[in-house]
């Protein structure tokens, strides 16, 4: 996977690894992009805590923290926000109502010599992402770090197939996944260009809300 370059602190080579979680990686492997280095990271973090599929139970009681804040979907940039805050979470219920139904993410390197067809990832392979995060017992803490959103701007769309939605372009990216005072970390300065989708609230038939139906990655 020669299209993510990320900046590694304090993670174990791979060779200290189990067979077992090295398998898991590989298959892992073929299905992400950036997610491909905190998947890395969640496998890493498993091997040390248990399988991130059968997770130990935890009889401790967890510390009172408030619950996340999520905006109403009125604008893009509350959207994408809603996705950052999810992610970080690890709340793969809010990451599916970020992600339009027909949602569709592609991941191309353009420097590869072989030139490989982009990859290409649906609705539910992100929800599936955001939940293999939540059950890696080992994980105390996700930050996903697109910058601020006072500088992510709502540009028209480029499709004229689909003159309604809406672009935001995102320049690099930073992904840090902690276990205890440990911290993986992952940086990329690929570009992200997001796309949104406006629908009618059912409910009230008169707000606009957005819902992200692509996520184009560029290396």
Known sequence: MGWITPRWRGIPTLATQSQSNQAQLRNLLLTLRLRTAILIIVLLVAGDSGCIFS??????????????????????????????????????????????????????????????????????????????????????????????????????????????????NIYGHRVSVFDGATEYRADGTNTFEFKFKPTIDASQRTDTMWTVVRWVEIH
Do not use: M
């Not at 995060?133 to 500088?151: A, D, M």
């Open 55 to 168: 997770p130990k139970k935890d009889t401790t009681r967890p510390p009172v923290t408030p619950p996340p804040v999520y905006f109403a979907p009125d604008i893009p940039q509350n959207t994408l926000q809603n996705l950052v805050t999810a992610y970080e979470n690890r709340d793969s219920v809010r990451c599916k109502a970020v992600y339009a139904d027909d949602y569709q993410g592609t991941s191309q390197d353009l420097t590869d010599p072989n030139q490989p067809p982009p990859l290409v990832f649906f609705k539910q392979d992100e929800i599936n992402h955001v939940g293999a995060l939540y059950r890696s017992s080992g994980i105390s803490k996700v930050e996903f770090k697109i910058g601020s959103p006072s500088v992510w701007t709502r540009l028209t769309s480029d499709d004229a197939g689909h003159p309604d939605w809406a672009i935001i």
